[in-house]
C-alpha cells in the first residue's frame, strides 16, 4: 500500500522551531516531488513547500526564509524544519506526494501558543 | 494564480445534481484537479487534468472546464459525498487552492 505518515506535530511557543517527518511506503521519495501542504482552523489548503525529484526546493512567501524542506534517501522520509515560529503558522500540516496530491498523510497538528 | 470557487456553502438533497464552480485568475489550462474532504479527513484526490477521475472514484463524479472556469459536477448525491470540495491549479508554482465549497445535507 502507498502511503506517507506525518509526525512531529505539538504545541511550540511562538518564536521557536519544530521538525516534521513524513515517512513514506510503497513510493520512493528521491523519485517523487513530496510537498507539505497545511490548514489553519476552520480554512482552507494552504501549500507551503515542495522537494523536487532533482533535490531542489520551494517555498510559499509566507514561509520563506523560516521553512526548510530536506530528505533523507535512506529512511525514505521527508522533513520540514520550521524556524521563528508564529501564531499563523497554526495548522494541520499535512504531506503529499505528486503533482497533482495524489497521496496524502492523515496530518500532524501544530500549534503555535504562549 | 487565485483560485476563487463558489458558491462556498451549496445545500442540496440526497440524488440530487450538485454543481461546484472555480475560476482561475488567469489561464492554467487543464492543470486544475479537485479534492473531497470530509470532517476530521485528509484531503483526497477526485478529479485532476480537469476532468480525469483519480483511481477509484466514482462515475457520478465529473469535472469539465478549461482556461479559467471549471466546473465539478456530483450527478447524485449519496450521503458520503457531504464534504468540502476543493478545487487546486498546478500549472503555476505555487500551487494555489481555492477556499472551498461545502457541501451539505438540505
Known amino acids: 500500500e502507498v502511503q506517507v505518515v506525518e509526525s512531529g506535530g505539538g504545541l511550540v511557543q511562538p518564536g521557536g522551531s519544530r521538525r516534521l517527518s513524513c515517512a513514506a511506503s510503497?513510493?520512493?521519495?528521491?523519485?517523487?516531488?513530496i510537498n507539505w501542504v497545511r490548514q489553519a482552523p476552520g480554512k482552507g489548503l494552504e501549500w507551503v513547500s515542495v522537494i523536487y525529484n532533482d533535490d531542489t526546493t520551494d517555498y510559499a512567501d509566507s514561509v520563506k526564509g523560516r521553512f526548510t524542506i530536506a530528505r533523507d534517501n535512506l529512511k525514505n522520509t521527508v522533513y520540514l524544519q520550521m524556524n521563528r515560529l508564529r501564531s499563523d503558522d497554526t495548522a494541520v500540516y499535512f504531506c503529499a506526494s505528486g503533482v497533482p496530491l495524489d497521496v496524502w498523510g492523515q496530518g500532524t497538528t501544530v500549534t503555535v501558543s504562549s | 494564480i487565485v483560485m476563487t470557487q463558489s458558491p462556498a456553502t451549496l445545500s442540496v438533497s440526497p440524488g440530487e445534481r450538485a454543481t461546484l464552480s472555480c475560476r482561475a485568475s488567469?489561464?492554467?489550462?487543464?492543470?486544475l484537479a479537485w479534492y473531497q474532504q470530509r470532517p476530521g479527513q485528509a484531503p483526497r484526490l477526485l478529479i485532476y487534468g480537469t476532468s480525469t477521475r483519480a483511481t477509484g472514484i466514482p462515475a457520478r463524479f465529473s469535472g469539465s472546464g478549461s482556461g479559467t472556469e471549471f466546473t465539478l459536477t456530483i450527478s447524485s448525491l449519496q450521503s458520503e459525498d457531504f464534504a468540502v470540495y476543493s478545487c487546486?491549479?498546478?500549472?503555476?508554482?505555487?500551487?494555489?487552492f481555492g477556499g472551498g465549497t461545502k457541501v451539505e445535507i438540505k
Open positions: 488567469q489561464s492554467i489550462s487543464s492543470n
Open positions: 487546486q491549479q498546478y500549472n503555476y508554482w505555487p500551487l494555489t
Open positions: 510503497g513510493l520512493t521519495v528521491s523519485i517523487n516531488y
